[in-house]
């Protein structure tokens, strides 16, 4: 003989549930079965699947350059980078300076090259 599972203690087992206004709806407890539900015991309600998580709508943060990407910026980054008479601080500030200039014009121009050669070669 089939065993019958115990009906639900808050619907009484017609799987519906109603207030003192007339409404009505499903039961809570058993989802409308009618029927107890099984004990399971604890139940994790952590989200540990990857398909929970919200992917980033961010854009990736691009590296910022070390060096010089032009010849003349380069060439400008060496010669700051021999001259004996500039502190490590100077010579990173002045290189620094050469990869900005770089990426707004995109190159080193005449004007830009002579105002930084001005600032590496020691006054006479």
Do not use: Y
Request: charged content about 25%; glycine content about 10%; some cysteine.
């Amino acid at each position: 003989m089939a065993q019958l599972t115990p009906s639900c203690g808050i619907c009484g087992g017609d799987g519906r549930i109603g207030n003192s206004f007339g409404l009505t709806t499903t039961c809570p407890a058993c989802h409308g079965s009618g029927h107890k539900a099984a004990n399971e015991g604890f139940r994790d309600v952590t989200k540990t699947k990857p398909s929970h998580h919200r992917q980033t709508n961010r854009a990736a943060v691009p590296e910022k350059t070390q060096w010089p990407t032009t010849f003349e910026g380069a060439k400008l980054a060496d010669e700051i980078k021999a001259c004996s008479s500039l502190s490590l601080d100077t010579q990173g500030k002045l290189t620094r300076e050469i990869i900005d200039h770089e990426e707004s014009h995109g190159t080193c121009t005449q004007t830009f090259v002579k105002k930084i050669r001005k600032q590496v070669r020691p006054r006479v």
